[in-house]
């Protein structure tokens, strides 16, 4: 196999969460499983004869906030394009798309591999905004029909064959989905259909240019799912050249139970959708006020803030990832080290400790029981050598239980710190006590001084900070 690589190229679907559907004022509702069927409907959605569809705002501002999100070209005019094929989930037999003038051109996704020591770019061969189909419910062999998710919002980008690896892949719809979550357009979750991703991939060997015979896996709710997929679907490929058969151009659908895919169908090169322009929307022409107003809402990426945290703060994978995984995570750090806490400090609080009390709680951080303002007075304590590391833990651990003050928890633990006089007096007397481990410093002999430091550790009932200890002791003895 090492002759041979992979090219992928991707189709992902995502669903928008506006609250309405996109062309009628219908509830726009993630959950299906959760409703009763054919409740979030009207005759737009269901496509009387007499209903017109009507473009509605919410679903457009998400629309093309994701797009300034994505740092692409935003174009003024645009039009709606009319796809026709026949397919049980179609009531109309035909779906709303664009195709001949998309709002958006020209865009790539900035991402890392590699545990962020390389930077890679994917451009995007299409992207627009379509109407979703109806869903088919399958029991007792009879088919029912839901009308719940017609007309839903959903987007779908296409990428060019940039990818080389199942890496490359799962690191971009990563990217993907922090980009649409940070914004607030949709929850892009892979187990709940609300991101679907269909993976076209060939071989070709490593010297050649030319590109092989695609096949198009479908069926994958999670990124372990689309990583096996990719795999499996890269030997079986090797495997028949190898035995000298032809690839077939297929759609194969991915078993991730018996981790093997089996054909769905052929797939041809193109297909007759009869594209024209849609003749009951009219050109979509947006103005510079409302393009300026989403991109005022527009938050960095995650790739910006983790090119930040590796370049500016020195921080590996271990910080990184959590700290961009969630976009009040990265907030509440960057809000630290603006309000002066050091930023390796911030982040191993947060990652260390915050964030295993609420992945322990399944809870998200903005429901904890005590203010931000609460937590960085504790920081803020510890920094300055008011309190120790284990003190401050253990004050942590009342303020998430009661969302008590930490100050309150500090004075009833007696956890004050001893002010600078109170410590020199006291260190005066162990080295009075300890004349012997004082020349073993004047000696060199180092090991002497962490003695010294647990002398004054016991004597102060463990108040004294450490650090501070061991530079008192030093500066009293001229060392």
């Known amino acids: 196999m090492s002759n041979y690589e992979m090219v992928i190229w991707l189709e992902i679907h995502i669903k928008l969460n506006s609250k309405t559907k996109l062309f009628c004022a219908c509830k726009n509702e993630q959950k299906f499983d959760e409703i009763k069927p054919n409740t979030n409907i009207c005759p737009v959605c269901t496509w009387q004869p007499w209903a017109l569809p009507v473009l509605q705002e919410e679903p457009l501002q998400k629309w093309v906030k994701l797009w300034l999100a994505l740092n692409c070209k935003i174009n003024k005019f645009s039009n709606f394009d009319r796809k026709s094929y026949f397919y049980p989930d179609l009531p109309m037999w035909y779906q709303i798309t664009q195709l001949f003038h998309p709002t958006n051109v020209e865009w790539e996704v900035k991402f890392f591999i590699n545990d962020y020591s390389e930077e890679k770019s994917v451009k995007i061969q299409q992207a627009h905004i379509e109407a979703d189909a109806w869903k088919t419910i399958h029991e007792n062999w009879k088919a029912y029909l839901d009308y719940n998710r017609a007309a839903t ?16 892949v799962i690191e971009f719809l990563k990217e993907l989905q922090r980009i649409v979550r940070f914004n607030n357009v949709g929850d892009a ?27 198009e896996l479908k069926n994958m709710n999670s990124f372990s799912a689309i ?39 052929s797939k041809e090169d193109a297909l007759d959708y009869r594209y024209f322009p849609e003749p009951d929307l009219p050109p979509l022409e947006l103005s510079d006020d409302f393009i300026n107003e989403q991109k005022k809402q527009v938050v960095k990426s995650s790739f910006e803030r983790a090119k930040m945290y ?29 309000d002066w806490i050091k930023p390796k400090n911030a982040a ?31 920081l803020k304590k510890e920094q300055d050598g008011e309190i120790l590391h284990p003190q401050a833990k253990d004050v942590f651990k009342e303020m998430y239980s009661s969302g008590r003050n930490p100050q309150e928890i500090i004075e009833e633990k007696w956890y004050k710190a001893q002010d600078d006089s109170e410590l020199e007096n006291m260190i005066k007397n162990v080295l009075n006590e300890n004349s012997e481990a004082v ?41």
């Open 227 to 265: 990583r096996r997929a990719i795999q499996h679907e890269f030997k079986r490929q090797v495997k028949l050249v190898g035995l000298g058969k032809e690839v077939e151009q297929e759609t194969r659908w991915w078993n991730d139970v018996k981790w093997s895919s089996y054909t769905m169908r």
């Open 439 to 479: 020349q073993d410093i004047k000696d060199w002999k180092m090991k002497a001084i962490w003695f010294l430091v647990w002398q004054i550790m016991k004597k102060s009932q463990w108040k004294a900070n450490p650090a501070k200890a061991k530079d008192m002791i030093l500066k009293i003895i001229n060392w």
């Open 189 to 215: 979750d892979l187990e709940k259909g609300q991101m679907r991703v269909d993976v076209n991939i060939s071989i070709r060997e490593k010297w050649n240019k030319q590109f092989w015979t695609r096949v």
């Open 153 to 168: 919002p959903l987007v779908e980008i296409v990428t060019y064959p940039d990818f080389r690896s199942e890496e490359e």
């Open 348 to 378: 191993k609080w947060i990652v260390t400790i915050l964030l295993r009390y609420l992945n322990n709680d399944n809870i998200h951080i903005s429901s904890l029981n005590f203010s931000y303002n609460d937590f960085l007075a504790l």
């Open 310 to 338: 590796k370049e500016k703060y020195w921080f590996h994978k271990e910080f990184i990832t959590p700290l961009i995984s969630d976009l009040e995570i990265s907030n509440y750090f960057e809000r630290l080290v603006n």
